[in-house]
Nanobody
Framework: QVQLVESGGGLVQAGGSLRLSCAASGRTFSNYAMGWFRQDPGKEREFVARISRSGSSTYYADSVKGRFAISRDNAKNTVYLQMNSLKAEDTAVYSC?????????????????WGQGTQVTVSS
């Protein structure tokens, strides 16, 4: 089992940037493919980005492609989400998730472990 803790959320103006971090503890972090998801109240959870165990492969939702970047540092047991050119519609609770089976999917159901989330609010 792995425990995940997100940080780095906050309030930012439209056009600004934030960097989210997700620190993992427990089992070997490099065994897990990782993903970022977001959810706004009243809306369904939305896939944002994913990264393979080694970090060599990444994939993004169309809504964030070209603006967000996912990365990981296996030595620090941390995955990051750099968010640039933020828009009001990016406002949500952002959560990281871990998949020990390397299914490398955009479906939330394939991720076994989740953090508690961090709030990102973009003012227009």
């Amino acid at each position: 089992q792995v425990q995940l803790v997100e940080s780095g959320g906050g309030l930012v103006q439209a056009g600004g940037s934030l960097r989210l971090s997700c620190a993992a503890s427990g089992r070997t972090f490099s065994n897990y493919a990782m993903g970022w998801f977001r959810q706004d109240p009243g809306k369904e959870r939305e896939f944002v980005a994913r990264i393979s165990r080694s970090g060599s492969s990444t994939y993004y939702a169309d809504s964030v492609k070209g603006r967000f970047a996912i990365s990981r540092d296996n030595a620090k047991n941390t995955v990051y989400l750099q968010m640039n050119s933020l828009k009001a519609e990016d406002t949500a609770v952002y959560s990281c998730a871990a998949d020990p089976k390397q299914r490398y999917s955009s479906q939330a159901a394939t991720y076994d472990y989740w953090g508690q989330g961090t709030q990102v609010t973009v003012s227009s």
